[in-house]
C-alpha cells in the first residue's frame, strides 16, 4: 500500500463532539473538574493524531492548556480538535472546548490547550507522518504559529535534557 504523503486537516479534525456535565463531573467548587476536561482533551486528540498520522501516538507535551471560564452542572462540553501542523513524526493539535447552556443557547470558550503527539512505528521509533495541508486562511495561520510554539519546546526540552 503507497504511503499518503499529506491529509487535510479536515480529514482528521473533531468538530462536533459533546459531553453533558453530571454531577459526577464537578469538584468541591461546584464547577467542572478541570482533570477530567484535561483527560477528554488527551483522548480525543490522539485520536485526531492517530487519524492523521495512520500510526499508534503517544503524547509527548501539553506546552499550554488554559481554562478560561468555568463550565457548570448541566452545561454540555463541545470539543473543536485539529492538527495545526505535523513535522517529521510529531503533531501539534490544537483544542478548543467551549460549554454550552442547551436550554438557552449560550455559549462560553472554557479551554484552549496545544498537545504534541509523537508517531511510533512496529518498534516504538518514531514514525514519519503525512505532512499538513492547510484548507482556511485559519488553518493556515494556525500552521504558521505552530512552528514559533515548537522552537519553544524544542527549547524547553533541551533545557529539561540538562537535570537528567
Ligand atoms: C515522545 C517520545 C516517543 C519521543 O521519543 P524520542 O526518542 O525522544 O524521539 P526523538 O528525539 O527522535 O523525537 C521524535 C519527535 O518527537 C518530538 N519530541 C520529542 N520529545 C518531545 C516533547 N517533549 N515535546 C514535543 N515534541 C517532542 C521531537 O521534536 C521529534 O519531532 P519530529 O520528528 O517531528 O522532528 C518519547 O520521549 C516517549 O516515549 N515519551 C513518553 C511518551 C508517553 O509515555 N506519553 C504518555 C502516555 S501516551
Known sequence: MSKV??????ESAIEGHVYK???N????HGTAFGGMIMAKCDRLSLVVAERHSSHVCVTASVDSIHFMAPAKENDTLL???????????????????EAENSYTGENKHILSAYFTFVALDKNNKPASVPSL???????EKRFQQASIRRQARLKTIEELKKYE
Open 5 to 10: 504523503l499529506s491529509k487535510t486537516v479536515s
Open 21 to 23: 456535565v453530571f454531577p
Open 25 to 28: 463531573d464537578l469538584n468541591a
Open 79 to 97: 470539543f473543536k480538535i485539529s492538527v495545526n501542523r505535523a513535522w517529521s513524526s510529531s503533531m501539534e493539535i490544537g483544542v478548543k472546548v
Open 133 to 139: 495541508i492547510a484548507e482556511s486562511k485559519l488553518q
